[in-house]
């Protein structure tokens, strides 16, 4: 079965930095592109980033280009998002998912940016 | 980038009857290869999403077949045949032809 089991969101400063992990099973993660899709409270799904299986392409959205970089390790089977100067408006629960089209995605880790 | 359109925003539906969102997109979803990458995700409320249909009309394993997607070039839709109470949620459209790829608003389905 695959699973996709994402951490490290929490309470962060304006400015601050996050790490969020993705820890995927159930399938051959190098051989996968995988995914990052935010959600803010009450509101609809927005694209963040992707990275092609082997790590050689990388596409974000502009509202975080130059703050997020997406990442992984595929002897871990991990997927990553380093977030950096966060913004209120990156309040959200960020998902990861596989696969350039998002099937299927993990729980989610709500990253609250509040003073 | 490509602006995802859909309506309606909200759709009451009586049960066992049918049900209909439509998506159009601000440029043409035939990608170079030929295929057309628009996608259909639902959220129950509390869950995940999970996507139902990929290019256009393929249904994602374990989709029942009460759900169908059709379209071509910008507009598409979403079809459920008999709407059961495990369908309320909201369903969004989503394109993955360009870069960066696009969701659309979101359209809520509740029982009526």
């Known amino acids: 079965e695959v699973q996709l089991v994402e951490s490290g969101g929490g309470l962060v400063q304006p400015g601050g930095s996050l790490r969020l992990s993705c820890a995927a099973s159930?399938?051959?993660?190098?051989?996968?592109?995988m995914t990052w899709v935010r959600q803010a409270p009450g509101k609809g799904l927005e694209w963040v980033a992707n990275?092609?299986?082997?790590?050689?392409?990388?596409y974000y959205v502009d509202s975080v280009k130059g703050r997020f970089t997406i990442s992984r390790d595929n002897a871990k089977n991990s997927l990553y998002l380093q977030m950096n100067s966060l913004r209120a408006e990156d309040t959200a629960v960020y998902y990861c998912?596989?696969?350039?089209?998002?099937?299927?995605w993990g729980q989610g880790t709500l990253v609250t940016v509040s003073s | 980038d490509v602006v995802m359109t859909q309506s309606p925003l909200s759709l009451p539906v009586t049960l066992g009857q049918p049900a209909s969102i439509s998506c159009r997109s601000s440029q043409s979803l035939v990608y170079s290869d030929g295929n057309t990458y628009l996608n259909w995700f639902q959220q129950r409320p509390g869950q995940s999403p999970r996507r139902l249909i990929y290019k256009v009309s393929n249904w994602d394993s374990g989709v029942p077949d009460r759900f169908s997607g059709s379209g071509s070039g910008t507009d598409f839709t979403l079809k459920i045949s008999r709407v059961e109470a495990e369908d309320v949620g909201v369903y969004y459209c989503?394109?993955?032809?360009?870069?960066?790829?696009?969701f659309g608003q979101g359209t809520k389905l509740e029982i009526k």
């Open positions: 989503m394109q993955a032809t360009h870069w960066p790829y696009t």
């Open positions: 159930g399938f051959t993660f190098s051989s996968f592109w």
């Open positions: 998912a596989r696969g350039k089209t998002a099937s299927p």
């Open positions: 990275i092609k299986a082997d790590g050689s392409e990388k």
